[in-house]
């Protein structure tokens, strides 16, 4: 897998003194294989936080980011011919996820239709997220939805 990760599991950047930037990264290529990796890492990180730093998260939590995190990558292998990043953050009581993707084009939602099949990613992210945004990047665009940590920071 390549994760991005410090010898503790998870990266730690910053000053010594200051709270440590809890997060990791995986790198997705075309391949759709790739989903049930970016899965997995969703709840090791959650799992990591929770039993290694003490914060607390919630097990519905997991399941929500792992919902999350496989809409957008879902989207991401759909959409985008290029690589693509997945970069997970906890930041106070949010879990940050971000995907980079090389389609600069943003989503859209589409009005609410019990008789669509698919698209319905992005109505499925900002359902569970707190925050969804899209920035466009110089070779295409990040998605960062923030997921509460805990049902109380919702």
Known sequence: MDETRGNSGLERPGQPGTAPA??????????????????HLAAAF?????????????????EIAQLVVSELVTNARKYAPGPALLHLRITGPILEVELWDSNPVA???????PTRVGQHGLEIVAAFARTVTVERTAGGKRITAGVPLTPATA
């Open 46 to 62: 959650l799992t990591e936080v929770k039993d290694r730093y003490g914060i607390p998260v919630v097990a519905a939590t997991v």
């Open 107 to 113: 989503p859209a939602s589409k009005a609410p239709d």
């Open 22 to 39: 809890l997060e990791a990264s995986l790198e997705l290529d075309s391949d759709g294989s790739r989903i049930a990796q970016a899965r």
